[in-house]
Every structure is written in structure tokens, then in C-alpha cells.
């Protein structure tokens, strides 16, 4: 689960991370109040107002609404009268609220802008890159660190790799200062700003343990003139199997960043993923709806989504999933793959012809079934009547609804 | 011969809700041998399992079987009085991690963990607390191991084994189902199959799985279903490259999964571009591994493979 990153500095700040002084807004008239105050408490003269979207890439990305205006996901505003401040930022935050931000990370169709976080400029002496994350290799947590604050790390780790710098956690003592005392060495840091950073580092490290974050990552990281450490930006996503121990978190889940048919799903307890192609597919088994998905493609079509409805799955929910694969309306024919094994062929042989009638059905469905009962489940879906196309095995089921398709 | 699992494993099962009963009741039915159940508030009472014997199991058996499994307090106690020497997990998520070191501790040999959605950083946890113990960890997030027609530890379903020629090592469920029926099918039947699970931290791993089929003289091939996400099916076929003598086929499922979506096991999931099904099955083909271009020729890759 991702949170914007206004939230994401709200938590690190109770962590005692330091950030910059800033405000949501989701008005305009907000936005220039906040960015008004902003100044007066400050007494700075420059704030910056950012699109609140989960997506990284925004201060390159542009408004679809506006193309040429020169507005992009982030913008600064310098001014020294409060007055110009607060009408200026009012402006801007009419032009960004409600429009489509796309970036490289957004894809094209990009994403609608329900907030902005208001912002006190930093004055920037150094940018850097800190992150967390599992190395699934050792199955620890390690701390990614470079000099390269504002740049991708895949970029790094691609183009010049020997400016990252790797830390292991282990999961037994924490991260030791000496590590931290290294890492500050490696990125060039001394004095000051090298004690700031261990300290920022530290609470990040605590805040990503103890909230269970499957991905922190500050970039940049800035180090001031006056060399104090700050996290300049936020991503932070929690793990989804962890969610259940941080309920303050999880009501921080913003649906209107996701995928609608996903958040259906989620809430049927139905692992789903929309995906572009025309062919609906519902399967038990998450690495067997992947294996359904390729062998769709491998035959010349197209998968529409991903779906699994769990190893034992029953007739209910394979009446959910139907009702979210003939919601989508690219879709142009199911293909049900289902091994039973312990459930039971003829069982969910009635489901999905309970499910059709209950849906409806207006498209092409061919449905394979393997396991116990498995004649019985076949006959039942070939007494139908339902014009259900029965198939023997993965690949012959795939072939035909591909055919029909066509 | 086989690995990890056979006539001499004695199973204790840890969790005995809904789920554990069930599959409890389908492992006695199998003929493993059961001994004991763990859950902290019914110690000392017993559990019935009766029922119609699986015959697709240990053969030899009568009809129909009924058992009454005691129940304890916590691991320790169970091996002390049972003996056993493998363990299967059905704990719900929360504790799941708890029970794999109370396992651990308790010195169990094998233990197998089926439960689904257990917290990245409670097995990190569990993973360094088995680092300096000799137990074995299979899953979680797994289907379980099965030896056919000696012993079944997991949720599989049995009849779609029989004895045979090829080791079976995979990450998913029921795509493991439908390569070992496909090798049923085919008369290549398994020395043993086992899922490793879907998880990003797991015990057993491709590699751990590769070493015990390469030195069980029963194994002639092995097959081996990776999916995206992770980089251990590149680990494997660097092991299979450097270490395997016996023939591996491969099945690797997500080359239409996108990048950054999660689907379905918490492990499957392409980030920052790596992790891909094209990298694995790349890997794969380096490794001089027989690809399977759909699930539906896993049996058939594995029977070209060792007919090489």
C-alpha cells in the first residue's frame, strides 16, 4: 500500500526525521493560505507547492490540461510580500487541483490531482539518496545510500555503481552506529552534517522497522547550508501482510489512487490485476493465473487481468470474480482455468454456471477443469445449455478462446 | 529413495483450526504417520480423525481408518512424547512465525509452513533465529512436500502423485499440481515434490532443493517452476550450471505480468526491472535447462530432457 507523501513526512517527523515545514491543501484558497503562512512563520521568501500523487517523476511531469503553460508537478514561488505569495499559489493550485499530472512513472494516461502539499524552500548544499528495502538474496533489510540525491537508483546502480553504498541490518541488533559512521564517510560527509545524517538515517531505520515499510526511500536527502540533514521528498509503501498491525496506516489507503475493479477485489479478498488485453481470465492459484495469462498471449491474445481466486476457492468466489471480469468492458471472452484439487470439479462447475446466470453472460466463455470429479464437473458444464465451452487442458482452453475471440 | 520426506517421518501438526483439521484428516487419509497436534488451550484432550483411506497413498491398508491425536501444549512437549521429527504449520499469520522457531527450538527436523501472508519482517526474524539450528524450513506460503506413496506433508492432493523417476521443485501451488499430474500422466512419476512458496523470505530454496535431488540416487531429473520476482531462479541455474550432473527441465510463469504489480504471492513482483520472467528463463536456457514454452509441456520438457 503506498500513502502520499505528505503523510509519508508526517510519520517520519513523529520518528523525529527532520522535513521541511509544509501544509496539505485540497482548495486552492488552502493552498494560498498555507503557503502564506508558510512565509510568515519561515520569514522565507520562496515555498513550493507539489501535486500529491502516488507516483514519483514529478517534477519533470506536465499537466495534460496544460501543456504549454510551463506547469509541472512541482513549482516554486518566490516572492517577498505575502500578499503576491498567497495569490500566486491560490493560481497555480486552481490550475493543478482536478487536473491529470503525467509523468514517467504515471504511464500516459496519468493521474487526477486531489491535493498539494505547500512547502518551505531549503536552502540545498548537497543532495543525496537514502533508501530501505529487503535484499531478498540475503533476506535481510539493507540500507541503499549514493551521492546522487534527485536521480533514479536504478539509474545509479546501472550507470555508475560504485557510487552505491550498501548496509546490512541485521534483524538481531539493528543498524550499529558504526555503520552509519561509515556510510556518512563513503558519501564524503564530515563534521556536522555527517552526525546529522547518522542521526536521520537511524530514525529511518527505526521508522521503516517499525512500521513495517516494504520501501522507504528519501531522495533526496538534502544536507543545508547550516548542515543539518533533511528529507527533502517521502515514498513510503507498506507491506499489504503487515497492515493488519498498523490500523492508523492503513486508513491512510487513498482509493481514489487505485485501479477501482483492484479495490473491488481487495475488499472480496481476490488477488486481481487489470491489465489491457480482451481476454478475461479466472484461475486458483496465483502462479497458475500467471501460467494462464502466458499461454493466453503465447496463442495470440491478449490477457484482460489477472486473477486468482485462491487454491481452495468455492462457488462464491468464483461468482465475485465473474462479476469483476464482465465489469471490464475491454473484455471480449473468459477463460476459466481451474485445478481442483482438494475442492471438488463438480462443485465449482455449478459455481461458475451460477455465476453466469446470476451476471449474465455476453461474450465467449470456455472453461477447463482438472482434478477430482472432474468427468462429472465436465458434464455438467456440457448439459448447461449455456453454450459454456468445455476444455480438456490449459493449452487447448487457451487456444479456444483465443479463437473465438479473434 | 527420495528426500526430506518418507516411512520414517514422524508429523506433528501445529495450528489445528479449520484448515489444519481438514488437511489434518487428508494426511492421516494419505498414511503419513501423524503423531500429534499443538494448541496451547486444548492440551491434553484428543483430536478423532476417521474417515475413508486414500488409497492413492501408502498402500497396503484397510479401508478405513480413525485416530485419535493427542494434543499439547507446545512443541517440546509433543516431540518429548511423540517423537516427532517433522512439523506442519497452519498457524494464521500473526503467530505463523513464532510457531516456525518454537519448531526450531524444539530441535523438529523438517518443518513445513503453509500459511499465506505472514509479515516480510517476522521472517526475516524467523530466518535468523534458524540460521544457527539444524531444522529445516519448507515454505511458508507453500503447498507442502510429498513423497509418493510414503508420505504427504502439505495440502497437495494426493491422488494426482505416483512413485516415480523426477524431483519436482516449485514456488507456486497449484501450477506444481498440474507439472506432477503431467508427469503422472506421462509415467515419469516423482521421487518427491515441494512447493518452496511464494514469499520474498523463505526457508529451502531452489538451490537447497537442487543439492538433495542431485545426491538422491532415486532422482534422475529434476523440474523446476519459477515465477517472477526474486533472483533465485538465477541462483539455481547458476547451480545448475556449476553442480547438476541429472537433467532439469523449467517452466517460468509471468512473461505478461507488468512491472511493479504484485500478483498474487507476495514474492511475484518485477522491481526496478529486475526479476523478470525474460531474465529467468534466460538464465534458464544458459543453464542448459529444457524450457517449457507453456505449463501444459512441463511433463513433456521433463521427459525430453532426460530422454537426452
Known amino acids: 500500500m503506498n500513502i502520499h507523501e505528505h503523510q509519508a513526512k508526517e510519520l517520519l517527523s513523529s520518528y523525529g526525521v527532520t522535513v521541511p515545514l ?51 508537478g512541482v513549482n516554486v514561488v518566490a516572492s517577498g510580500q505575502t500578499s503576491l505569495m498567497r495569490e500566486r499559489m491560490t493560481e497555480l493550485a486552481e490550475k493543478m ?20 502539499l505547500l512547502e518551505a524552500a531549503a536552502d540545498i548544499a548537497q543532495e543525496l ?110 507491506e499489504d501482510n503487515a497492515l493488519y498491525r498498523h490500523p492508523k496506516i492503513a486508513e491512510l489507503r487513498d482509493e481514489s489512487e487505485e485501479e477501482p475493479a483492484e479495490t473491488l477485489a481487495r475488499k472480496a479478498g481476490l488477488n486481481y490485476v487489470k491489465l489491457d488485453g480482451q481476454i478475461g481470465c479466472m484461475v486458483n492459484g496465483a502462479g497458475l493465473a500467471m501460467a494462464t495469462m502466458d499461454t493466453v498471449d503465447h496463442y495470440g491474445g491478449s490477457p484482460a487481468n489477472f486473477l486468482d481466486v485462491g487454491g481452495d476457492t468455492d462457488e462464491e468466489r468464483v461468482a465475485t470474480g465473474f462479476r469483476i471480469i464482465t465489469a471490464d468492458p475491454n473484455v471480449r471472452g473468459i477463460f476459466v482455468n481451474i485445478f481442483g484439487g482438494i475442492v471438488h470439479c463438480d462443485v465449482i462447475a455449478k459455481g461458475v454456471l451460477a455465476a453466469t446466470e446470476q451476471v449474465g453472460l455476453s461474450v465467449p466463455l470456455v472453461v477447463r477443469l482438472e482434478g477430482t470429479n472432474v468427468e462429472l464437473g465436465r458434464r455438467i458444464i456440457a448439459e448447461s445449455g449455456l453454450g459454456v465451452i468445455s476444455a480438456t487442458n490449459m493449452a487447448e482452453g487457451a487456444r479456444r478462446i483465443v479463437e473465438l475471440c479473434r | ?50 474417515g475413508e483411506t486414500d488409497h492413492s497413498g501408502v498402500q497396503g491398508r484397510r479401508d478405513s481408518f480413525s485416530v485419535d491425536l493427542p494434543i499439547f501444549s507446545g512443541v517440546a512437549e509433543a516431540v518429548d512424547a511423540t517423537g516427532a521429527n517433522a512439523s506442519l504449520i497452519f498457524v494464521p499469520p500473526p503467530a505463523a512465525a513464532d510457531s516456525i522457531m518454537e519448531a526450531a527450538e524444539a530441535g523438529v527436523e523438517l518443518i513445513v509452513c503453509i500459511t499465506e501472508g505472514i509479515p516480510v519482517n ?38 494426482i502423485h505416483a512413485r516415480g523417476r523426477v524431483g519436482v521443485i516449485s514456488r507456486s501451488g497449484t501450477l506444481t499440481y498440474e507439472a506432477v499430474y503431467q508427469l503422472t500422466n506421462l509415467g515419469l512419476g516423482q521421487t518427491t515434490a515441494l512447493g518452496i512458496g511464494g514469499d520474498p523470505v523463505n526457508g529451502t530454496s531452489f538451490v537447497d532443493a537442487l543439492e538433495l535431488f542431485e545426491a538422491d540416487p532415486a532422482t534422475e531429473g529434476v523440474l523446476m517452476i519459477g515465477e517472477i520476482g526474486g533472483p533465485a531462479e538465477e541462483e539455481a541455474a547458476d547451480y545448475v550450471r556449476s553442480h547438476m550432473t541429472k537433467p ?43 524450457i517449457a514454452a507453456t505449463p501444459s509441456e512441463m511433463g513433456v520438457a521433463m521427459a525430453a530432457a532426460l530422454g537426452r
Open chain 1, 22 to 72: 509544509g501544509t496539505v491543501a485540497f482548495t486552492p484558497e488552502e493552498a494560498g493560505e498555507a503557503a502564506a503562512s508558510l512565509m510568515e512563520r519561515t520569514r522565507g521568501q520562496m515555498v513550493l507547492i507539489k501535486a500529491q500523487i502516488h507516483a514519483g517523476g514529478r517534477g519533470k511531469g506536465r499537466f495534460r490540461e496544460y501543456p504549454d503553460a510551463g506547469l509541472a
Open chain 1, 97 to 116: 487541483l482536478g487536473s491529470t499530472l503525467v509523468t514517467v512513472q504515471t504511464g500516459p494516461s496519468g493521474k487526477v490531482v486531489n491535493r498539494v
Open chain 1, 129 to 238: 539518496y537514502v533508501a530501505i528495502q529487503l535484499d531478498r538474496r540475503i533476506a535481510r533489510p539493507v540500507l541503499l545510500a549514493s551521492t546522487e540525491g534527485g536521480v533514479e537508483i536504478e539509474q545509479v546502480a546501472a550507470e555508475s555503481p560504485e557510487k552505491l553504498h550498501t548496509e546490512i541490518i541485521d534483524p538481531a541488533v539493528g543498524i550499529r552506529a558504526f555503520q552509519l559512521r561509515r556510510l556518512a564517510r563513503r558519501l564524503g560527509l564530515s563534521g556536522k552534517a555527517a552526525a546529522s545524517y547518522a542521526d536521520l538515517v537511524e530514525n529511518l531505520v527505526t521508522a521503516a522497522g517499525d512500521l513495517d515499510t516494504e520501501l522507504l526511500e528519501i531522495n533526496p536527502l538534502v544536507i543545508n547550508t547550516s548542515g543539518q540533514a533533511l528529507a527533502l521528498d517521502a515514498k513510503l509503501s507498506f
Open chain 2, 1 to 50: 529413495m527420495s528426500i526430506l520426506c518418507g516411512r520414517d517421518t514422524r508429523l506433528m501438526i501445529q495450528g489445528l483450526g479449520r484448515a489444519g483439521r481438514f488437511h489434518a484428516g487428508q494426511i492421516i487419509a494419505y498414511g503419513t504417520e501423524v503423531v500429534g497436534g499443538v494448541h496451547p488451550r486444548r492440551a491434553g484432550e484428543t483430536e478423532r480423525f476417521s
Open chain 2, 122 to 159: 517476522d521472517m526475516v526474524e524467523a530466518k535468523r533465529y534458524l540460521q544457527s539450528r539444524p531444522s529445516r524450513l519448507i515454505g511458508p506460503n507453500c503447498p507442502g512436500v510429498i513423497t509418493p506413496g510414503e508420505c504427504k506433508i502439505g495440502i497437495m492432493p494426493g491422488y
Open chain 2, 248 to 290: 532439469v527441465a523449467g517452466f517460468i510463469a509471468g512473461l505478461t505480468a507488468p512491472p511493479g504489480k504484485r500478483m498474487g504471492h507476495a514474492g511475484a513482483i518485477i522491481s526496478g526491472g529486475q526479476g523478470t520472467a525474460q531474465s529467468k528463463i534466460e538464465a534458464f536456457r544458459r543453464a542448459g535447462i529444457e
